[in-house]
């Protein structure tokens, strides 16, 4: 049996309200440019808000849908890890839940894979004419400051390392994704750090993106365990 061209890999925790019109646009999409096969692997990551029972109507044969469930929460780079591993697609792509990233920007990321690289990551803070990026100036302010941290204590080249919209290579996401460590939000940074310390070929590419209420991450409340966290994977990676 051929792989599929492409697995869409979907971390959910408690996304009840904002997974199913995601998922509806996702599966209206895909087959208009990969009819010869795809696949939408979500992780329900230990949701308590009827996420679980919502996959499980969605995904009955012969949805294209596979679900794998944690019973317990794990964190967000727990979930994406489970998915990633468990897809089957030449081209891996793993996005947020919310949708906040349109789904029709794979074309983008998948034209720079096309063109070479190994993995592409959306951007928000790339510029380019013509994109709509409606996100709330505080929100803004914050996460422009934990990118400009990232870059300076991991030595990250990205402007945007936290966008959720990224596709990969199948072998090259398995091999970033088998040794990753971190299950919370800052698995973006351990995963592009591997990423430029093997060589690989990373396009950075400006992509839409509006603000969806409902997040579960404020990076103001975690502020205080962001430099510990960039400790720890700064020493993980030493001798990388």
């Known amino acids: 049996m051929c792989a599929p061209a492409l697995s869409v890999v979907l971390p959910a925790f ?4 904002r997974l199913p019109p995601f998922l509806d646009r996702v599966e209206a999409y895909l087959p208009t440019r990969f009819p010869g096969g795809w696949e939408v692997v979500v992780v329900d990551d230990g949701s308590r808000d009827g996420t679980g029972d919502y996959l499980a109507a969605r995904a009955l044969p012969p949805s294209p849908i596979r679900v794998c469930t944690h019973p317990a929460c794990r964190g967000k780079g727990a979930a994406v890890r489970t998915g990633m591993l468990a897809a ?6 793993f996005a947020d839940a919310d949708g906040a990233t349109p789904i ?3 074309e983008s990321l998948l034209a720079a894979l096309d063109g070479g690289v190994d993995l592409a990551i959306g951007s928000r ?3 380019a004419a013509g994109l709509n990026r409606r996100r709330d100036w505080k929100r803004q302010l914050t996460g422009a400051a934990f990118a400009w ?3 300076n204590w991991l030595a990250i080249p990205y402007r945007d390392t936290q966008c959720g919209f990224k596709m990969f290579r199948r072998e090259v996401g398995r091999q970033l994704f088998q040794p990753l460590q971190e299950t919370g939000y800052l698995f973006d940074l351990e995963l592009l750090a591997r990423a430029q310390r093997a060589g690989y070929r990373v396009a950075e590419v400006p992509v839409n993106w509006s603000e969806v ?3 579960h991450l404020c990076l103001l409340r975690e502020a205080y365990r962001i430099p510990a966290g960039l400790w720890r994977i700064r020493r993980r990676l030493r001798g990388l």
């Open 14 to 17: 408690n996304e009840a309200a």
């Open 88 to 93: 089957a697609g030449q081209r891996l792509l």
């Open 104 to 106: 029709e920007e794979a």
């Open 125 to 127: 803070l790339v510029p």
């Open 149 to 151: 941290l990232a870059r």
């Open 213 to 215: 209420p409902g997040g």
